[in-house]
């Protein structure tokens, strides 16, 4: 593999090509193949990008049609058939049946920008600054997202310069068992000299995917809705990476029987990993002025296109939920047995997740790495998330077929058990 | 036309769809087409993204010939085929001939990540937090880059949150005939209780373009090299807007003969409209350590196929360039002519620009909107620009063919006198 | 009494005025006469800072000597004999004694001055720009300080500013019984994504004043103290309201026998009311340049000179340690009775502090505002604290008869009683 | 002379005793006088603080009969008779006859503490975070107030921490002869793009007096006013330096005919080196609510005797202004000579100033630095100003007595010959 140009020519910021060191190729549903054409299950899946699998054949099918004539490609914020289409598609597929009734902001293609304009529209709406965010929490790396992101890589990394107008709360779970981490956040709220600035609103991803696969119970997330509600606060479901089916559902708060005010989707939107993301906001949130935020890439109908598409295919019925719900559960039970296995190997692991997103904390990242990376030599895509990188993923297409997730789960227990023993 | 679902559903913050309230459909080249088969001449060309046209037949070639086969789309930031080939493009075509040596960042899609992540690595590499940017100037709205941003637009719909760390200081011209407005800048750097910390970097246009058209002489871009070098500042070109041939030559910092330290692409970067953004740097200004800063669509490999196409296509010898000024030559001498009508009629008309990036200012944004609400009705589409909106701004495709650059300056020649006898 | 120009001219902002609106004139250890010549026991003592009582007789004998001569007043930052001789006597009878190496700064005769120098001298020796603080703080109010202050009240009245580099961990107890607080702070220090940027700086108050006389435990305090040197962070202790022997030692945090890096003190350090502040910093933490920071009144020799008084007044052996621990016990045993006598009321009222700075918890500010409003008619001055007022708090001088001791205390209890009877 | 403890105990902060390394005992009028007996003419005046000379005889019998019952000494904000009386003196001697109409807060007693409050003041009346600066502005060190002044050998010392709300402009003159600086701040305010965030406020010294006695003209002043007025921004006078009678009139903006928004004074407020600080402002921008903004020390009693005593003394009629403009015309006189002298030795020397605000800039800091320690070998303490201390300043006491002055002139003189020969 010609590697050297690559090498040579692209930052010390590269990442991934660290871990997979190979030149890809071709991709297929769950299959990735590298230059010399050695081939890999992928439970990377573009680190939840490719809910659908890659090269999606309904999807990529609409995208060729669109092709084939044309059709408008780049609309900046134009009106076009291609985005009229995708709107209709997510009111009469997405929006209708689950009773949420929100408008749409195109703020820019990538989860950050929908974080940038999530949080600012929160805070316009509301006249006030803070942002509310939790330990583990993700949301992206422009200066206004990385106010709400923990990972000490990046905040460490603006040469100096502070993130303004975040602050940190516990996540579910992180005060240890028996403590809901909502005490603390609603005893501040109710103090006067706490030091908690009222936020606008509050982000949070119901599983916290770069944070390590952390997963919100869901009376937390109910409790959290409630603070909110009683305290004039926005909640914002960052679901960019646990939403478009992720967990089971096509939102990932659907399984609290929360209505957020303002949602962030990226990543799987578009279907077939093209950059596009959304933000939607409760329509009496919709403050904003014409063209108080704007971006080049805000109206790319190729996107629209894939995304109606995506949305027509798998989400008309519950089939999807369901099939996605079974093969959530048969990661989770090989995943409690891998944990088993380096439980008898004397290493404190465990098993957590909600529908395809799931991960094995193995305790340390460097566990995990011996792990994944054994797991690629024998042929297998798969990615460590977590403070310390400690808990090995699934990210798996939720589209994967049963044998393909055996084979990878197969891989990642045999890879696991070589690794550590 | 039906328009009802994109009213209901669409943000208010959408704004070109109230300039031009239509549904697009089709494109080709420099030509538009409604869903009511009106056609209209292209002069916007999404803001400086479709430098080469709507659909352009080599560009989408390359891209229907990449999806014929289950070549991988998203990669993250993976080494794929499509990246090495592009990175191959770009040094063979783009680097190598103009001698120049970069290392190359994909920061995700969009040009306010290149801002961001081009800023973010100056100030590393220099320990400081200022960035000096220029009066009129647009770096995008994420909140890192909106620090560079002039427009108040912008700056007052961030929930009352202040941008850090930029400093801005008058543009070319800005302080009047006569006045070099780097005095200014030079005598606060010399200035120990000037105000002005000292900067890691400084970042400039060398055509504003959602500033106004304004150009920066060449001599003043050769001066302000020299400074950034005398003080050990770095000389960050957004060529975002203004780059991939928009001026004339690829880099419009071309003209100048001058050497920036890092440059920002993004816009007509892929070369068919399909968001992706790059930052190139002096190879020992790498001072990312690996993943701190990153972004689901850093890797989106149908852009960089497109990319690499538009880049064979287009820029192997001179003649794009040639052809380039010389149409741009074309403009100038019309816009004056339009300019001089206008100040028949009383309007204090000038014409300005570089290369296809060309404007009238006519004073006011009122009179400039006559303008161009009056050019759509007759089949062009126009944007203004400037603080006001008081430039009416041509950014047609560089590819437009003599007919329809003769036939859209028609229309605006004739809008102008239509919009103000 | 002659009030109107009072209310005329001075701004809103104004606060004790309101609480007691009398004209002062007189005032005599812990005795302050109004204009009508109405006596009070004053249980407030300018909050903390006239710990050796009104116009004290030895430390005001010491000021009317350097005044009968031509000694001079103000002395910018001169080497001056007054400065000289409090050096002296903060070596000989505080530091040495206590086995304290430390150097000083005088940044300015405020409690803020000191904060604002404290912390920018611990971001500048560690290069990091967080600041840890505790709910509940107070350490000032301009804009650096503020950081560190809980309360809403100055944090809401920035005009929209929103402070920066100050993180809020929750003070001692501040979970509830059982819960360490500190144990969150020591799991995010090591959490990578965790959101807490690691601190150059720890700033506590080891009893919080105006937070409500919350009381840090010593094991608390040592175990802080152990896990900023684990961390290389450095300990700030705020003894600006609970040094100068309110505590019953002369650093509040010799009870915990901890060893901050830095110590700031004000209030109570002239010992007459004049202000006055120090910085106390290990020695190799003395990384100021010349003139880095500065200020016009930081050598004002009156306090100087009355400083050095108190030092030797009451600072040669620990006899006025003793005294002030034994009053504290009284204040403690009636504060429980009037606790007591409380809750047989119904009211959840409870007893804490440390040495002479007590109070009692009422539960509601509106609650502490009878008691306190009932004793002024009867003739004690004495303020509420914590976030809703809620704490009556006792902060008399150190130097109170144990007659006036006695007969503000039967105030209280009958004020307590007349008013929620 | 014992400095021993001086230099081991203080940090390395020190600035002044550096200059001057005596230790100064007595002080009267214009003369200091050191340990050893050696007497200096002081044209520093504690920059600024001492417009009445060290130990006046009026202001400090004042201090003395208060002292000499137990008048209360320290009272938080109460309603005192020191304060009141203090308002009484400040109305009808100085505000009345002016035709002034202010409130006043006193935020505590130190100049960087009344900038900050008048900011905040401005930023919440408005409703706007920006305050507008000038280049070599000095307005205190304070994170709020540093955001204002523009000295990088403060804004390097924060840690990296950047100011947030200010934006600076060319002071009067700074643009070079023949530029009106306020041209750009008009041309800012009015461009919706230039990067200037609307101001709540602008900060100004009528003459810069760290910034180097940088004088601004009085039709300057006028129109800075006009455009405030004009754009609904407030005009904040900090007359802490240039204030009481320095520049010959008690408010520095006297001479130009203007009425400030808000007012800081400090330094000389109190008559006789004590801290003390005021914020005036017009009655209808007092938009604080009680407590919203504090400090310790905001009710020093003794201070607001002394200033009552000042403004008593010597403002009552127009005879010490006079007097004071008559010496600045003899200090003026004099720096012409001298700098016409130096110019002779080949050193670009000119004079400037108003008042008894007066300089000789000799075109560098070494220039200025040899004559002023030869000047304070000579005998006479003075001190530099501007951004490389190029400006050798007069701030000698307003009461100076005419052979003083003319004795610390003719040292000036001699000491500025023997230092360049």
């Avoid at 949080?119 to 993700?138: C, E, P, S």
């Avoid at 894939?306 to 027509?312: D, G, M, N, Q, S």
């Amino acid at each position: 593999m010609q590697t050297q140009i690559l090498e040579r020519m692209e930052s010390e910021v590269r990442t991934y090509s660290r871990s997979f060191p190979v030149v890809f190729t071709r991709a297929q549903n769950a299959r990735l193949t590298d230059e010399e054409g050695r081939e890999y299950i992928d439970f990377l899946a573009g680190a939840g990008t490719l809910n659908y699998g890659h090269n999606n054949p309904q999807i990529k099918q609409a995208l060729l049609d669109y092709l084939a004539e044309d059709n408008i490609i780049h609309g900046l914020d134009f009106w076009t058939a291609a985005k009229r289409d995708y709107l209709e598609a997510l009111e009469e597929v997405v929006l209708k049946p689950r009773g949420l009734d929100y408008k749409v902001q195109f703020p820019g293609p990538t989860g950050t920008n929908a974080v940038e304009a999530a949080i600012r529209l929160a805070r316009n709406a509301k006249g006030r600054h803070n942002i509310v965010t939790f330990t583990n929490g993700f949301h992206g790396v422009t200066m206004g997202a990385l106010a709400t992101t923990g990972n000490r890589k990046f905040r460490e990394a603006t040469g100096g310069v502070p993130t303004v107008g975040g602050s940190f709360l516990p996540f579910d779970g992180y005060l240890g068992e028996g403590a809901d981490t909502l005490d603390y956040f609603e005893k501040l709220l109710g103090d006067k000299s706490g030091g908690l600035d009222i936020p606008a609103g509050v982000i949070v991803e119901t599983v916290q995917g770069e944070g390590g696969i952390n997963v919100a119970g869901l009376e937390w997330l109910k409790r959290l809705e409630r603070i909110c509600r009683d305290h004039d606060i926005l909640l914002i479901a960052d679901d960019i990476q646990a939403g478009c089916g992720r967990t089971g559902k096509f939102f990932s708060f659907e399984h609290a029987g929360i209505t957020p005010d303002i949602v962030t989707n990226s990543k799987s939107l578009s279907g077939l990993g093209l950059p596009f993301s959304q933000v939607l906001m409760r329509p009496e949130l919709d403050v904003w002025k014409p063209g108080q935020y704007n971006g080049t890439f805000r109206g790319f109908a190729l996107a629209f296109t894939t995304a109606a598409a995506a949305l027509r295919t798998y989400w008309q019925d519950d089939a999807f939920e369901q099939e996605v719900t079974r093969k959530g559960e048969v990661v989770a039970k090989r995943f409690q047995k891998i944990a088993g296995m380096l439980r008898e190997l004397g290493i404190e692991a465990s098993e957590r997740g909600r529908g395809l997103m799931r991960g094995i904390d193995v305790g340390s990242g460097d566990i995990a790495d011996k792990i994944t990376h054994r797991a690629f030599e024998n042929g297998l895509v798969i990615e460590t998330s977590g403070q310390d990188g400690e808990v090995v993923k699934c990210l798996c297409p939720l589209t994967i077929t049963d044998e393909e997730l055996e084979r990878g789960l197969d891989i990642l227990e045999t890879s696991a058990r070589e690794a550590l023993s």
